[in-house]
């Protein structure tokens, strides 16, 4: 995988550029605070925001230091949350 | 659809975005019924990546469950699937695959439903070794009906039916499974959801009677009963107490009120299956009559017939 | 309906007890799976299952308990197999749970239960027929079920070659109500050749998955069934559902559902039915019978017309569903309704049920552990006439 995002210099230029997104189905968090958690990079924070069902879903503060792992993704026991790499431009 | 998306530019559509779990879901029933910080769907997630990995032909995967909160998984999983009753999911699982031996099918139960009006199951399934992988969320308690005691539930616990605390003896899954005869025997917590996966994978492809202890919250009654705060609090403690000694002897395993968890894997080995067993014997006494019962393609392709000689000590 | 698998049909002219005819039925049908448990006086059939099976290419399994055998017969079903179970009264107690499950998840399935004294322990060697009630309410909830009650060795080839063949059709559990005395009877039974017995093939469905409703009742209530691993996704639950087999936790599903279930063998009653009449036409007393105690009748029955007495039979070979309207049709025909059974009163109150007050309905009771006497269903029959 690729683990340069282009947004950091390691001295190798890559010809592709990679961004990192975090996707939230909105309804379907139940706030339980694993994916904040468990991010090795502290992107997410849960928001002051909340779904339908009074919930507070989280919100990434640190997107540029997601590394697309999707542990997030992994831990949710709901579903709701993912990450992965897109391609920039 | 509620789908936002972080860091996401303008260039993307989000109607098409799926979270890649989704094809192995019903999505369309969820929300789920867990509730917030319950581990099973954590596991659930683990148990997709593993099938991901196993490169299994997924219609040939079936899931059967019993009854519980652990039980809802077979209605939440896009697999031929099949929520039986409570304890039951063992021996409707052994009907299963010896009806058509060439299923993968794995049972999802709850340390009640396995362990308490299961247990019988559980040990003659061990015992016999039939090939098929049984995965036990263990929230030591018994989540659906409101958080009663149940065969795992440490003393001293506040349950439902323990208002002044468990004072039975709680079963060590682990070592009933190696005790019983299961062949590949592992723990883990909710927290471990790489090792988890890993477990699930090396149990789905091993041949015989799998076992997978997941050790996982249960937010809303033994947590919140016992003052132990929620879902995320569990898994801490799980982060911070839980020791990885892969090969433990399993009687060491034992897991009283907030203690130490010992997790790893600890049983791999080879037995004959019961149809390795079965068509052995059936050859050797009836020769040149005996019709032998199908194994599936992978048990006479890929994998030496295990001899009952060649199986070691166990 | 197509022609019977020849490798598990044993033609020829055989001297078989009932268990043992029982288990060459099951074989003919194409039964390949069968799990159960020992208990007397049962046994035998599983014993020569167990030596039989492997020789067709099926599977017997014993299973731990009489819980598990019931419900390895509903997984071996949604893996394709034809199954099967057999037990007596105590085991047929602990499988009630799941002869719901199999009612409500549709499994074709056959529970053979060969009866003995009870309740409870009671006599294991000796013949009851006091099970009859439990196997139509034994399991909690609404349903509907099938239930046969062969009188001969013979007949427990021929009815459990049937009892296949309706669970098929109808997708429901179907009970073979032996009892100890035609189990252990051991008489003439003659196996036709395999193109002369007819199996219901399992109603597998032609359309593509995403096309196909699990739990959707074609005309006659059933829905076209499949198993496992042909790529369908199904889930199979023991919670009230939708067509989709998914859960669906609600009175209106519930209507839905269970209307359908029980409908499946109500409306469908006639064509279910199965009696055998004699002299029934003009008959001032009708017998109602059915199993062992139909043979023990026709000597009381014989008496009865030596005596000039116009004495008819009607016997059941299906127990249930019950012919309700044909014994609402002979009520106002008869003096009475003369039912011996080997119990302290069961199908009785279906034929009293069902006579509505327009004639009498008399019970023969016996409790078990021999059949009647003969003299006393004579007796019953002339207390009735005069």
Redesign the interface.
Known sequence: MQKDNGAEGTGVKSKVKFKSVVYLETDLCKGCGFCVEFCPTHVLELGKEFNAKGYHTPRAVAIEKCSGCNLCGLYCPDFAIFCRKVKVG | MSTIAFGSGPEESLEEVENPVNKLLRKERMPSIWCPGCGVGTTVNCFVRALEESHLDLDNVAVVSGIGCTGRVAGYIRLDSFHTTHGRPIPFATGLKLGNPDLKVVVYTGDGDLMAIGGNHFIHAARRNIDITVICVNNLTYGMTGGQVGPTTPRSAIAATAPYGAYEEPFNLPAVAESAGAVYVARWTVYHVRQLATAFKEALAKRGFSFVEVIAPCPTLYQRRNRLGDGLDALKYYKAKSIVKNGADTRTAEISFQSDIVVGKFVDRERPTVLDSMNKRLAESIGAGYVPYPLSEDDTMERPRMEEEDCGDH | MEQADP?GVLTGVHFLDGDHACCEGALAAGCR?V?GYPITPSTEVVERIAARI??????F?Q???E???S???????????K?MTVTSGPGFSLMM??VG?AVMTETPCVFINVQRGGPSTGLPTLPGQADMMQARWGSHGDYEIIALAPNSPQECFDLTVKAFNLSEQWRVPVFVMMDECVGHMTERVMIPSAEEISVYPRRFTTKKPGEYLPYAGGEDGVPEMV?????????????THDERG??AMNAKAQEKLISRLVGKIRKNESSIRCIEEDQIDGADIAIISYGITSRVALHAVEMARDRGIKVGTLRLLVCWPFPESRIRELAPRVKAFVVPEMNYGQMVREVERNAAGRTKTILVPHAGGTVHDPKVILDAIMEAVR
């Open positions: 490798k799976f799990a492997p020789q067709v290419g099926g599977i399994i299973m731990e308990d819980i598990a055998s419900i390895a017969i509903l997984g071996a079903a949604w893996a394709g197999k199954s749970e799941h499950l198993r496992a691993g042909d790529g369908y996704r199904i889930h199979v639950t023991g919670l998914y859960p």
